[in-house]
């Protein structure tokens, strides 16, 4: 199956041990390009990792998501120890498509559970938005705010 073929979407993926290579972009900056097993299609792909000052962390967050231990060894170990999603999808780039792979991760981000003192205000916020002109207006959303 050639990438074009695979489908733009949400997929089970696995790292595939081995297969981390490191290197240094044109513009100076270092990464990780990481083969990724499509589960539900069997087939491989590659995704990049880059390492600057403000990715570094969304990096790190993705080679944890596969299961790699944090050992600076260049081993990667564990990178094929874990069932993560990874995103598919395709661009423009210099007049052709190209693939981009994106291994999901929540990057840090920790949902609250809302206090059920709040949940039937908020519940009545939405129910209001729904009913709104604002929600069956054209797709423009210039001037657009909630209803208080």
């Given at each position: 199956m050639s990438n074009e073929?695979?489908?733009?979407?949400?997929?089970?993926c696995h790292g595939v041990a081995g297969s981390v290579q490191e290197g240094v972009s044109n513009q100076g900056t270092d990464?990780?390009?990481?083969?990724?097993?499509?589960?539900?299609?069997?087939?491989?792909v590659t995704t990049f990792l880059?390492?600057?000052?403000?990715?570094?962390?969304?990096?790190?967050?993705?080679?944890?998501?596969?299961g790699w231990d944090g050992k600076g060894d260049g081993s990667y170990s564990g990178i094929d120890s874990k069932e993560a999603e990874c995103s598919v999808r395709y661009e423009d780039y210099n007049g052709?498509?190209?693939?981009?792979?994106?291994?999901?991760t929540n990057s840090?981000?920790?949902?609250?559970?809302?206090?059920?003192?709040g949940k039937s205000a908020f519940r009545a916020r939405?129910?209001?938005?729904?009913?709104?002109?604002?929600?069956?207006a054209p797709a423009t959303r210039e001037g657009f705010k909630l209803p208080k």
């Open positions: 073929r695979i489908p733009s979407g949400i997929h089970l990464f990780l390009a990481i083969k990724l097993r499509l589960d539900d299609l069997g087939e491989e880059y390492f600057t000052e403000k990715t570094e962390s969304w990096s790190l967050d993705r080679l944890k998501a596969l052709k498509q190209t693939m981009k792979v994106d291994i999901m840090g981000v920790k949902v609250t559970p809302m206090a059920e003192s939405l129910q209001k938005l729904a009913s709104s002109a604002a929600v069956h």
